[in-house]
């Protein structure tokens, strides 16, 4: 079984890496490694490549930036040559982003079966760009792996049938307790000069915040408070460093003394800063689950969740983009420490084990039953 695995964007690699190792370990099936190019700065995706220890793609579309629209469809003209020329068996797309969604659409046309790794988050909010993305991609695909038992409540209540749902744990925590290790030895805290636990973290790039001038702003607001009691420690994502500049905030950002700005950190450095932090401030879906396993209280900057579990048994609390709401929430662990938390079901560091077994059962069974693999042999 040829099986072409799609990564896009950062939050892709890191789910993507543990799904290529263990569909190695199987003789009888053939990782093919797409790269769409939707990230393309070295810092926003070959540094993890090198830190995750992936395999260079197999196949890199180059299709970078561009209007939602502009690069969906690249996506899915380029991808649907290599499925025309490289004739798959199967294809895995993970989470929420345009490639994922431009990905499974242009395969399940081509009745080539797809499954979705982290299938059945909702946010409820479809004004964000990966609603719409889960959404499509759910409905179109056939095998939808869930993270959590909301998600599959939420893929049933869409008539999706039970059949086609495997609650298997959850692949980016694979991943993380893979390099967990690893990445205690980055020196990154020295290198910046921090103490454990005497510094925060914040995170910003979804364009509910960063797109708007007023919400950015709202935000810096509320960091201006919050850094003249604990350093705070910014990795910039390359959307909100165009905005900052565009709206003319870069002179402020320089001068709040305890705000340290960085660029994007590769996936060990960001791991080792997001575990010896206070807390963590962010408006990214993973970092809330990350900070969930390590145990650390995360703020998340947005008025909704598609990840519950993380607030119902993990250290994440919802608190928006209001300045005052912030502030108070932050004083609040800065005075009494945060949630402590549990690790939710499943979050084992064993889903891809679980998603590469149920593919290939699933899968020769299908084969067998449609007399494919006679006609294979
Ligand atoms: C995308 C995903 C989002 C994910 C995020 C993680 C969609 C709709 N959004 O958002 O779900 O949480 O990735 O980072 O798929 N840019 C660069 N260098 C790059 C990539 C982007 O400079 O390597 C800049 C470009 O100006 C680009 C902008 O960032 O226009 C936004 O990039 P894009 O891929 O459209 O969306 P993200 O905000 O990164």
Same mark, same amino acid.
């Given at each position: ?20 190792k263990?569909?190695?370990?199987h003789k009888?099936l053939?990782?093919?490694?797409? %790269?769409?190019?939707?990230h393309y700065d070295?810092?926003? !995706? ?7 220890s992936?395999p260079?793609?197999?196949i890199y579309?180059g299709?970078?930036?561009?209007s /939602?629209? #502009?690069?969906t469809a690249k996506?899915?003209?380029? =991808? ?6 490289e004739?798959?068996?199967f294809v #895995?797309?993970?989470?929420?982003? *345009?490639?994922?969604m431009?990905?499974a659409i242009t395969?399940?046309k081509?009745?080539i079966?797809?499954? %979705? ?6 946010s409820?909010d479809?004004t964000? &760009? ?6 499509v991609t759910?409905?179109?695909s056939?095998y ?10 939420n893929?049933?209540k ?7 749902? =495997? =609650?298997?744990?959850n #692949?980016m925590?694979d991943?993380l307790l893979? /390099?967990k290790? $690893?990445?205690?030895r ?10 454990k636990?005497e510094?925060a973290v914040?995170?910003? %790039?979804?364009? !509910?915040?960063v797109d708007?001038?007023?919400s ?6 509320a960091l201006?408070? @919050?850094?003249?009691r604990i ?6 994502h390359?959307?909100t460093?165009?905005?900052?500049k565009?709206?003319?905030f870069?002179d402020?950002?320089?001068e709040? $003394? ?6 994007p950190l ?5 791991l080792?800063l997001?575990?010896?932090?206070m807390f963590?401030?962010?408006?990214s879906?993973g ?5 969930? @396993?390590?145990? @650390? &209280? ?7 969740t598609?990840r519950p579990v993380?607030v119902?048994?993990g250290? *994440?609390t919802i ?8 502030i108070k ?5 800065? *005075?009494?420490g945060g949630?402590?938390g549990r690790v939710?079901?499943l979050w084992?560091?064993r ?6 077994e ?8 299908r ?5 494919e ?5």
């Open positions: 079984m040829k099986i072409i695995n799609v990564t896009g964007a950062r939050p892709n690699m890191m789910k993507v890496a543990p799904l290529i263990e569909i190695k370990i009888e053939t990782p093919l490694l797409l %790269h769409t190019g939707q070295e810092k926003m !995706s070959k540094v993890f490549f090198n830190d995750l992936m260079e793609p197999d579309l299709v970078g930036s561009g /939602h629209a #502009v690069q996506v899915m003209v380029e =991808f649907e040559k290599v499925l025309l020329s004739n798959p068996d #895995v797309v993970v989470g929420d982003v *345009n490639s994922t431009a990905c395969a399940v081509l009745h079966p797809v499954a %979705h790794v982290e299938a059945g988050l909702r409820f479809r964000m &760009p990966e609603e719409i993305n889960r959404i759910d409905s179109v056939d939808l792996f869930t993270t959590s038992e909301d998600a599959n409540e893929l049933k869409e008539g999706i049938p039970a059949e086609k749902i =495997f =609650f298997v744990g #692949v925590i991943t893979n /390099h290790e $690893k990445a205690d980055s020196d990154i805290t020295q290198r910046l000069g921090l103490k636990g510094y914040l995170t910003l %790039h979804r364009p !509910s915040n708007g001038k007023e950015l702003e709202r935000i810096l607001d201006l408070y @919050i850094q003249k350093k705070i420690v910014f990795p910039v390359p959307r460093l165009k905005m900052i565009e709206y003319g870069s402020i950002t320089k709040i $003394k305890n705000l340290i700005i960085l660029e590769g996936y060990l450095d960001f080792k997001m575990n010896d932090a963590v401030l962010t408006d879906g970092i809330q689950e990350e900070t969930t @396993i390590l145990q @650390i &209280p995360c703020l998340t900057l947005r008025e909704n598609e993380t119902m048994e250290t *994440n608190v928006g983009n209001d300045k005052e709401r912030i929430e932050a004083e609040n662990i800065l *005075n009494n949630k402590a939710p079901k084992d560091g889903a891809a084990e679980r998603i590469v149920i593919i290939i059962k699933r899968e020769i069974r084969k067998g039953e449609n007399g693999m006679e006609k294979d042999s």
